[in-house]
C-alpha cells in the first residue's frame, strides 16, 4: 500500500519539544519533496515547511522559523519535524505530504501523497 504516515503527535506544554516523523511506505521517498501542514481547529489547512530531493529547506509559516527544523533521512524513508519551544498556537493535526517540489500549495489534489495526520496538543 502506498501510503505516508505520520506519528510523534501528542500533550505537550508550552516550550516543550516534539518530534514528528512520516514515514513513506511502498514508494520510494526521495524522489519527492515533503511538506508538513498544519489544520487548528476552525482554520484552513496551511504550510509549515518542505523539505526537497536535495535537502533544500523551505519555510511556509514565518511564525516557526528558529523553532522548527526538517529534516530527511532518505534511508529510513522519513522525514522529521522537529519542533521546539512549541506555543498553545502550534496546536493542530499536523499532515505530511509528498510532491515533486516544495510548491506551497495546499490543495490536496496536487500532491501525490498525504499522510492522514497526528494531533499535536501544546497546553499547559
Known amino acids: 500500500q502506498l501510503q505516508l504516515v505520520e506519528s510523534g503527535g501528542g500533550l505537550v506544554q508550552p516550550g516543550g519539544s516534539l518530534r514528528l516523523s512520516c514515514a513513506a511506505s511502498g514508494f520510494t521517498l526521495h524522489y519527492y519533496a515533503i511538506g508538513w501542514f498544519r489544520q487548528a481547529p476552525g482554520k484552513e489547512r496551511e504550510g509549515v515547511l518542505c523539505i526537497s530531493t536535495s535537502g533544500s529547506i523551505t519555510i511556509y509559516d514565518d511564525s516557526v522559523r528558529g523553532r522548527f527544523t526538517i529534516s530527511r533521512d532518505n534511508a529510513k524513508s522519513t522525514v522529521y519535524l522537529q519542533m521546539n519551544s512549541l506555543k498553545p498556537e502550534d496546536t493542530a493535526v499536523y499532515y505530511c505530504?509528498?510532491?515533486?517540489?516544495?510548491?506551497?500549495?495546499?490543495?490536496?489534489?496536487?500532491?501525490?501523497?498525504w499522510g492522514q495526520g497526528t494531533q499535536v496538543t501544546v497546553a499547559s
Open positions: 505530504a509528498a510532491e515533486t517540489y516544495c510548491s506551497g500549495s495546499t490543495v490536496t489534489s496536487e500532491y501525490d501523497y
